[in-house]
């Protein structure tokens, strides 16, 4: 029955990226299409039911007909073969992916989720806040978590991986459609929980791959620039340029102003109070926000790139 294997993802199921997402969508529309026949014969039957058998006039309450032992087995064998058979290929689907599981792949991720933001850290010791990979090419994500539950979900995918604090879970992917795809936490683990997202970008070509791989901010960037476009990759979901409240302070007008803290200390934006909000943002909260940032770790230049455009924004 599994191998009714849709030629793609019918609209209303998000689009299919990874070997084993087929399996996935096909065991879906199987159970969806035998609730979808029960809740139809159940509805109409109640349906028909209700309006054949209504009270014309009070009538005093008949004792209940006998017991009906061709029914009752009618009712309960079906039920059971149609749930064994969902357990059957569901285990069976399990199995094959748990053994793809097994499999070691040329290429392993390091996949951090913390409160609240994922990192990706590549052998080579190129680091991203989004997924970066080649299409048709396994690969091994490594998983951990610094301080609690968080739970890896790429719907593309059709995957979904607990991030466990004090051990490594890891998933082993193979995509198969370049593009871009959304990346989020399926594990309630705080205030944030639900601005914990990123995306999966798959790689068309190893040019294209390796052309991000390789890619660097110029030295002839200027300073504003760097700092502007660390702010859309990184600062963007929290911090605004127009004086919105969001997850963090606005940027607005921030550059030389005074702020309080939490417990009360008043402190001047200047450049080490930008550094140290970067690099040990929990050191010192700005009141009234969570201690939502995680510490960041930029080079020199990507800091100054940053105090500089916080400067510029007024
Ligand atoms: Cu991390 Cu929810």
Partial sequence: MHR??????????PPRASEGAEKVDSIFMLILGITTAFFVIILVAATYFTIRYRARKWTAPQPSPSHHLKLELVWSIIPTILLVAIFGVSTKAWLASADAQTAEAATTVYVTGQQWQWKFEYQGGKRS???????????????????VLHSFYVPAFRIKQDVVPGRFTRLHVTPTEAG???????????????IMQTQVVIHPDLASYDAWKN????????????????????????????????VGPTFKGLWGSSQTMEGGEVVTVDEN??????????????????????????????????????????
């Fill in 215 to 246: 890619e660097k901010i110029d030295e002839s960037v200027p300073l504003v620039k760097v700092g502007e476009m660390l702010y859309q990759k990184n600062c963007l979901s929290c911090h605004s340029l127009d004086g919105t409240r969001k």
């Fill in 4 to 13: 009714l294997i849709l030629a793609a993802a019918p609209g209303w199921l």
């Fill in 273 to 314: 109070f930008v550094r140290e909000s970067i690099v040990e943002p929990k050191k010192r909260v700005a009141q009234g926000y969570p201690p939502a940032m995680p510490p960041q770790s930029l080079g020199e230049r990507e800091m100054q790139g940053i105090i500089e455009y916080i400067r510029s924004v007024k």
């Fill in 180 to 194: 871009t795809f959304p990346v989020f936490c399926a594990e309630y683990c705080g205030n944030d929980h639900s």
């Fill in 129 to 147: 806040d989004e997924l970066h990979l080649l299409l048709n090419e396994p690969v091994d994500l490594v998983l951990s978590s610094p301080d």
